[in-house]
């Protein structure tokens, strides 16, 4: 069970949201460029080396100028997914992450 914490109103929280390893959907929007998704995936796979990139659902915006990815990840820590979100998120293409 997850250690407890309390907040200033004397509520009970769980001490982590998350228990790892687990497996952690991520979407990434970006730019439709040639290239946008193999730096995407190498970015995860920098992070999560056994990620499979046969796996990234892919989807065109309907005007066709963004792409969305989806991913899961299997998250080792929470510093590794603080990690990959940053480095994703640095990402000159990518317009946000979910």
Known sequence: MAEEIKNENT???PAALLQFPCEFPMKIVGERTDEFAQEIVSIIQKHCPSFDAAEVEMK???KGNYLSLGVLINATSQDMLD???KEITAHNKVRFVL
């Open 60 to 62: 065109a915006s309907a």
């Open 83 to 85: 990690n990959l979100y």
């Open 11 to 13: 509520e009970e929280l």
